[in-house]
């Protein structure tokens, strides 16, 4: 799968990978000077419940990876795509992204980092951004998705938002 700033098509993505990338890569960076110079602590109990945040968040990708086959890395729309609203697409628009950020903001708790939640939120906010451009994308280019935008009202958390 072609993934990352260059493989997007549109410039406002490619700025929003470009940002996303450095930040994942500091979400792991960030937690190992955090263990090396002991800047935080965070209980055991703590991080397993973080590892199993990110075995769920993970099952969630791989459901919707399952549910749509049209799921991609970069915001296009195939010839003969459709609109998807069955599994978590009933519950959200992006289910993708919600088991990306709870991923993500599992992650630096599994590996024992407070800090490293500051760049999860950070991570997070970009792809709230890039969600709310590809909705733009999607509503101008994807036959149907308007309707389901109507009839599912929540983007990444179920009855939140």
């Known amino acids: 799968m072609k993934a990352g700033p260059s493989a997007e098509r549109q410039t406002t ?20 000077l955090d263990h090396h110079f002991e800047w935080s602590s965070v209980s055991a109990t703590t991080v397993l419940i973080a590892d199993a945040m990110v075995a769920q968040g993970f099952a969630i990708i791989f459901r ?14 195939e010839s003969e795509q459709r609109v998807i609203s069955s599994g978590p697409y009933r519950l959200v628009r992006h289910p993708m992204y919600s088991g990306a950020s709870i991923v993500l903001l599992a992650t630096p708790l599994a590996l ?11 991570l997070v906010a970009v792809i709230v951004v890039r969600l709310l451009d590809e909705e733009r994308y999607l509503a101008a280019n994807l036959a149907g998705y308007e309707a389901y935008r109507k009839e599912v009202k929540y983007r990444l958390i179920p009855r939140v938002w």
């Open 13 to 32: 993505q490619k700025i929003i990978q470009a940002m996303a990338a450095v930040l994942a890569a500091a979400l792991v960076i960030v937690p190992g």
């Open 112 to 122: 024992g980092s407070l800090w490293g939640v500051l760049i999860a939120l950070a």
């Open 64 to 77: 919707v990876f399952r549910e749509n086959s049209f799921a991609a890395s970069t915001i296009k729309v």
